[in-house]
T-cell receptor, first 113, second 117 residues
Framework: QKEVEQDPGPLSVPEGAIVSLNCTYS??????FMWYRQYSRKGPELLMY??SSGNKEDGRFTAQVDKSSKYISLFIRDSQPSDSATYLC?????????????WGLGTSLAVNP | NAGVMQNPRHLVRRRGQEARLRCSPM?????VYWYRQLPEEGLKFMVY????????ESGMPKERFSAEFPKEGPSILRIQQVVRGDSAAYFC???????????????FGQGTRLTVV
């Protein structure tokens, strides 16, 4: 079993839809959770970063962490065609350590105009 | 301020040849990470370097792979005697400070796609 599981999709939604992207994990030591967006043929870029449980909102994006269920989510409101990309979750047991990030395989999202 | 620059974007090598991948970090960044991305495995950390120092190479295969970040010039990831299994996307990321994520993120380059034929 992988430490981080992420449904690869593809997920196809109409413009304006609310998108829900999810990851589950098995290591209860994970404390730091990140969502990255990766456009085709580009490198990942950090979207959201949360510590422990709870919600964090940034514009149209909301990240949720439920440590009791070992489940994290990224919600995108009013989705746009420019949101079409692969979304990667990543997590780490401790802060300040890019080396220890465990990555999901990514979910491919297509937002159709 | 240019982002992290990687070249070449695409590299084709025959089995047994050497592959040299270059990464120029963002201006002012002195910390470089190399990752490999395979469709079925996701992103995997390979090596973390500062100028003239390898800080952590725990993710590097024991043989054929090496990395450097000289005082002047780009960071180089070198793969000797490439095999088909080395075909992947290789990403470099740079940051300003040691091992910071979240508030001080690592910025990724566009990657080098290595194909071994």
């Amino acid at each position: 079993q992988k430490e981080v599981e992420q449904d690869p999709g593809p997920l196809s939604v109409p413009e304006g839809a609310i998108v829900s992207l999810n990851c589950t994990y098995s290591n209860s030591a994970f404390q730091y959770f990140m969502w990255y967006r990766q456009y085709s043929r580009k490198g990942p870029e950090l979207l959201m970063y949360t510590y422990s449980s709870g919600n964090k909102e940034d514009g149209r994006f909301t990240a949720q962490v439920d440590k009791s269920s070992k489940y994290i989510s990224l919600f995108i409101r009013d989705s746009q065609p420019s949101d079409s990309a692969t979304y990667l979750c990543a997590m780490s047991p401790n802060a300040g350590n890019n080396r220890k990030l465990i990555w999901g395989l990514g979910t491919s999202l297509a937002v159709n105009p | 301020n240019a982002g992290v620059m990687q070249n070449p974007r695409h590299l084709v090598r025959r089995r047994g040849q050497e592959a040299r991948l270059r990464c120029s970090p963002m201006k002012g960044h002195s910390h470089v990470y190399w990752y490999r991305q395979l469709p079925e495995e996701g992103l995997k950390f390979m090596v973390y370097l500062q100028k003239e120092n390898i800080i952590d190479e725990s993710g590097m295969p024991k043989e054929r792979f090496s990395a450097e970040f000289p005082k002047e010039g780009p960071s180089i990831l070198r793969i000797q005697q490439v095999v088909r299994g080395d075909s992947a996307a290789y990403f470099c990321a740079s940051s300003t400070t040691r091992d910071r994520i979240g508030n001080t993120e690592a910025f990724f380059g566009q990657g080098t796609r290595l194909t071994v034929v």
